[in-house]
């Protein structure tokens, strides 16, 4: 009996560790979960890995949208009786932002959800759908770092945060705590890895939290130059999103050069420049030791309010990331055939919002759209010729 009693006392205290373990694992911290990133089943025609014996050799698409600026009239286009539903807007493009291994965006405004009170310029809030459109269309990580971060405070930060954790869509340049911020945002495709890093000039004014860092990036040079010199050696590419430059120019000006030059120095493969809100040319900036920096200033806005005809033409990016090992496990990575395809934001009395190809725009009521694509063509070349600007990509 005394044996008897002695196995149960034993099991009695083994399920009360168990169940400790599964009460402590259920109530572990959010920012503690480890973090992967995969992008998600892309439907275009891909190049995949082709290992041979020692050799590896593998291809991907890299695509890039501008601007997602929710202004009132757009959230209010999208209301419906049960929420609000922006995906009708993104679907004449969808083709082309699901055909890219990857697909990029600059998510401008805070997702901070109804409960915080939707809002408009000069201080946005937006409603969670946002987040849901652009992962139907195919988004696989956004750019939070911008000048209007702190618009809803923190709270709004760790509200949209929250939200693209549920529907998996990681973010970066806006974290929720230092643990989550030194957790690499790398999605890996195709055995390439591509890394990402994001800032911005400011925060029109707002002060970040004393003690809270994490919760916005800011163009801090040694800052940028130190983060990319950390994640290089973990992935295949960088790519830096800059939140800079002036609004509503259309060329760069030797404040953005000056950065790019030296974010390219430390090791950034390709920089993707957001602010101007227009569209501003790309570039190639070449380095003494061969190294290469694809550069697209600005992509001007995606999807948004603003009312002025440059304000209301964005663009689509899609460039091809290379990487090949030979038998003596030397590696070589290269970028190539860069297109972009200009857009333009439709809406009639700011309404029945739809972003369509540029080229397409007669069939919308913008009468001289084959003009405007034309100009677009020999703008986004105004500094390289080694881009091709695309009617459709």
Not at 14 to 42: E, G, M, R, W
Not at 121 to 145: C, H, Q, R
Not at 229 to 239: A, G, I, R, S
Not at 371 to 389: A, G, I
Request: proline fraction near 4%.
């Amino acid at each position: 009996m005394r044996k008897l009693s002695s196995i149960v006392t034993l099991i009695a205290t083994l399920l009360v560790v168990c169940i400790a373990i599964l009460i402590i694992s259920s109530h572990k911290p959010t920012d503690a979960v480890d973090k992967t990133y995969t992008s998600q089943n892309h439907t275009g025609m891909k190049t995949k890995a082709q290992p041979a014996g020692k050799q590896f050799q593998s291809e991907i698409t890299l695509g890039a949208v501008g601007d997602i600026l929710i202004h009132n009239s757009v959230y209010n286009d999208a209301k419906t009786e049960t929420g609000y539903d922006f995906t009708p807007m993104l679907a004449p493009v969808k083709e082309y932002m699901i055909s890219p291994d990857i697909m990029f965006a600059n998510q401008e405004t805070i997702l901070g959800g109804t409960e915080l009170g939707l809002s408009s310029y000069p201080m946005f809030n937006s409603p969670y759908e946002v987040g849901d459109a652009l992962k139907d269309a195919g988004v696989d990580i956004v750019s939070m770092a911008n000048n209007h971060t702190l618009d809803a405070g923190e709270q709004g930060i760790l509200n949209a945060t929250a939200y693209f954790d549920k529907i998996g869509i990681p973010y970066v340049g806006s974290y929720r705590s230092e643990e989550d911020q030194q957790k690499p945002r790398i999605i890996t495709k195709d055995g390439i890895s591509v890394g990402f890093v994001a800032y911005t000039y400011g925060t029109n004014g707002l002060i970040r939290p004393e003690g809270k860092d994490y919760l916005v990036q800011y163009l801090e040079q040694d800052k940028i130059i130190n983060d990319i010199k950390n994640l290089k050696p973990q992935v295949d590419f960088v790519v830096v999103s800059l939140h800079f430059g002036l609004e509503y120019q259309r060329y760069a000006n030797d404040v953005q050069k000056l950065l790019v030059e030296e974010v390219s120095k430390a090791g950034a493969d390709i920089i993707l420049g957001h602010h101007p809100h227009v569209l501003q040319p790309a570039d190639w900036i070449e380095q003494d030791d061969g190294h290469r920096t694809f550069v697209i200033y600005s992509l001007g806005n995606f999807l948004s309010g603003q009312a002025e005809l440059y304000q209301r033409i964005g663009a689509i990016l899609h460039l091809n990331l290379s990487k090949t090992i030979d038998e003596n496990n030397n590696k070589t990575v290269s970028l190539s055939d860069v297109k972009i395809m200009p857009t333009y934001n439709y809406r009639p009395n700011y309404q029945n919002y739809k972003v369509v190809p540029l080229i397409d725009a007669d069939q919308y009521g913008l009468s001289d759209a084959n003009e405007l694509f034309q100009e677009m063509q020999e703008h986004m070349k105004s500094y390289t010729d080694d881009v091709t600007v695309v009617e459709k990509l």
